[in-house]
């Protein structure tokens, strides 16, 4: 399949274990997308500095590199594209350093191709997603807890200064200051910031809150609060100083 015979989104595919390599460049390319599939970090960041893709699927372990490195150098040359990190460590530190480094979600491994698949194209639609037209709701500016939240720009501010936060990120906060006050299963939180259908492990929730209270500098007094629910979810309170 040629690029003109594509959906016109691009796939960036890192993964050093060639069978792995081949598999989802072929599933990939089955789903309509342009792939390009190479084996470790320089190559990595030489295709990205060639060409836009959508979507980069970036392995951990690298012969050459980590991830982690290889995320953050993407940052830094620009890449917008959405980074979705394939990681045998699912502890949270672990977590938290691929968000850190400028990644939008994880997938553990070992995984099912169903669900990397169903997640790349999760990722896909929510990058090339087209703004809101003028004039809806979600144009407006919000200041939440001492939160500003411009959702046009897609830009998170707190106390004067820019929180870097990832798309999923970015997201997710949107989700829970859109129900400021209730209580949210993460099944709900799953389907309004992964999309309905996608399969996510909950456990990712729970990450990604953490990664989002400690990049919005949550401390006991600060304004706002993201609680756990006990056999529910999550809720974002906005508490008085």
Not at 58 to 78: A, F, N
Request: glycine content about 8%.
């Amino acid at each position: 399949m040629n690029a003109s015979e594509t959906n016109g989104l691009s796939i960036l595919v890192v993964e050093d274990d060639e069978n792995l390599r081949l598999a989802l460049t072929d599933n990939l390319t089955d789903e309509g997308y342009f792939v390009e599939a190479v084996a470790g970090a320089a190559t990595a960041l030489r295709a990205a500095a060639a060409r836009e893709f959508h979507v980069v699927v970036l392995d951990i372990m690298l012969p050459d590199g980590d991830g982690y490195s290889v995320c953050r150098k993407l940052r830094e040359q620009g890449c917008t594209a959405a980074v979705l990190m394939l990681t045998a460590r699912t502890l949270e530190d672990d977590v938290v350093r691929g968000f850190d480094s400028g990644a939008d979600d994880y997938l553990a491994k070992p995984y099912r191709l169903r669900e990397l698949l169903a997640r790349v194209v999760a990722l896909a639609r929510r990058g090339s997603a087209a703004p809101p037209t003028t004039g809806t709701i979600k144009e407006k500016r919000d200041v939440v807890a001492g939160i500003a939240i411009d959702r046009k720009a897609r830009v998170v501010a707190r106390e004067g200064a820019e929180v870097d936060l990832t798309r999923t990120e970015f997201d997710l906060l949107l989700c829970l200051i859109d129900h400021v006050g209730e209580a949210m299963t993460r099944e709900a939180i799953l389907d309004s910031v992964w999309g309905k259908g996608i399969v996510v492990e909950q456990r990712t929730v729970d990450n990604f809150i953490s990664s989002l209270k400690r990049k919005l500098g949550w401390h006991d007094g600060c304004g706002f609060n993201i609680r756990a629910v006990r056999g529910i979810g999550y809720r974002f309170d906005v508490e008085r100083r």
